[in-house]
């Protein structure tokens, strides 16, 4: 049998005003998606457990099938992992954003205007990577180049403990409460200070302000966390397969599961990203004989951190359009029973530009399932359906098992 899960990172909202009160997701045109949800199971899940951060990692984690609770270990230890960073289990490691603060005379008096630095080019990153790592690099610390903005520091046979903050969750707001605090708060708070003080004269920066573009003028600590150590899927759910994603967040997940990635050119985890080229990764991955494959997408959580309304509905319809389509075609057509799950990790809402932990919608499809009421995958209409899975990575098994586990009503609750 062959497995897809479609994830749409962030895709869920709450109803947007210049949306004439409707979602994203309501105002999109999504034939497949609602197809999905009129004839699979259909409802809202948990996928942030009561008390947890509602981030992409714990969020991920449970569509993949893994309890948060029992499975995580922080957030940038799995970006580590996809990023080829050889770890111990007493090392710490942080994501280290490259962001945009606004010029003041000390760090404490700066805004938070761009968590990604106008996502500064990678090839910009590793240079601004190289330069600080003349400082930042020592026999116990190292900070590592990644993708774009995101990077990741590492602090050998260290200590968990410090208190920090995700710069999506403060666009524009003034960063003084928000600065390390707890564990090597000290340390932590230095690298970021010395950071602002020094990168806004740097080439790189000078270039990208002569060219109009969001200067990396500082790096900013968050997501601390050690090695993670996951059972693989195979050994968990039977199934060998593949991730497809553009950020190392997913990959790492995927890379701990024992499932290998895809890395797919042209996929840039923006709404410029190339949707079909995902797709036709998905379709060529089934083709040569993966069983399970787990598409993400992370166009429309970009669109909600940057409050991008009329880009976020059309991440979605690309999603619609060229992945869910073109994938959902092929297994109609290959000759083998199939089952899809199709949701979001976790609302981003356009209002709130950062996280909420609300329950998602999701659809949960398997071949010949066929339903009569006329339905289209948005939150309100989930919510009606009276199905409520309270913890989500129990969907996963569900999927590939068939198995009715950790389902229940909103009445019944």
Known sequence: MKTVVFLGDGMADRPVAELDGMTPLEKARTPHMDMLAQNGLFGLARTVPEGMPPGSDTANLSVFGYDPRKWYTGRSPLEAVSMGIDLSDTDVTYRCNFVTL??????EDAVMDDYSAGEVSTQEAAELVDFLNVRFHTARTHLFAGISYRHCFVHYDAETGAILTPPHDISHRPVRDFLPQGQYAGLLRAMMEYSYEVLGDHPVNRRREAEGKSPANAVWLWGEGRKPSLPSFQELYGLRGAVISAVDLVQGIGLCAGLRTIKVPGATGNYHTDFAAKGAAAVEALRQGDDFVYIHVEAPDECGHRREVNE???????????????????????????????????????????HTADPVPFALYRAGDCGLTPRRFTEKQAAETGVFVPEAHVLMERLIKGEPHGIESREAR
């Open 312 to 354: 976020k509905v059309y991440a979605i319809e690309q999603i619609d359009e060229k992945i869910v389509g073109p994938v959902l075609e092929y297994l109609n057509g290959c000759g083998e029973e199939y089952a899809v799950l199709l949701m979001p990790d976790h609302p981003t809402p356009l209002d709130l530009m950062t």
């Open 102 to 107: 606004s010029r003041a005379e000390s760090i």
